[in-house]
């Protein structure tokens, strides 16, 4: 079966750093596009980065360039993101998602929250 499980998340002061997991399985990990989304409440779910399948091109929200650097390891099927300087903003339910360019699948994970205050 497909899974796809973030961990990581948790309450973090203005000005600190988190590190989330995506651990996938179920699907051939290495064939897909890797990203990163968040949702805050009341908000639509919007993407903050993303990793192609080799792990050699991303891209990132305009809120997250210089912050968050997302990365993956196609031995391990993981996908992280690493986020640094974070503000109240950044407040929101992360999701890691799957996804191939021209089957238009997608897999998401449950969310794991991220709370940035002070």
């Known amino acids: 079966q497909v899974q796809v499980v973030e961990s990581g998340g948790g309450l973090v002061q203005p000005g600190g750093s988190l590190r989330l997991s995506c651990a996938a399985s179920?699907?051939?990990?290495?064939?897909?596009?890797m990203s990163w989304y968040r949702q805050a409440p009341g908000k639509e779910r919007e993407l903050v980065a993303g990793?192609?399948?080799?792990?050699?091109?991303?891209n990132y929200a305009d809120s997250a360039k210089g912050r968050f650097t997302i990365s993956r390891d196609n031995g391990k099927n993981t996908v992280d993101l690493q986020m640094n300087s974070l503000k109240p903003e950044d407040t929101a339910a992360y999701y890691c998602?799957?996804?191939?360019?021209?089957?238009?699948?997608?897999?998401w994970g449950q969310g794991t929250q991220v709370t940035v205050s002070s």
């Open positions: 179920g699907f051939s990990f290495s064939s897909y596009t």
């Open positions: 990793i192609n399948s080799a792990g050699d091109s991303t």
């Open positions: 998602s799957a996804s191939l360019r021209f089957a238009q699948t997608r897999y």
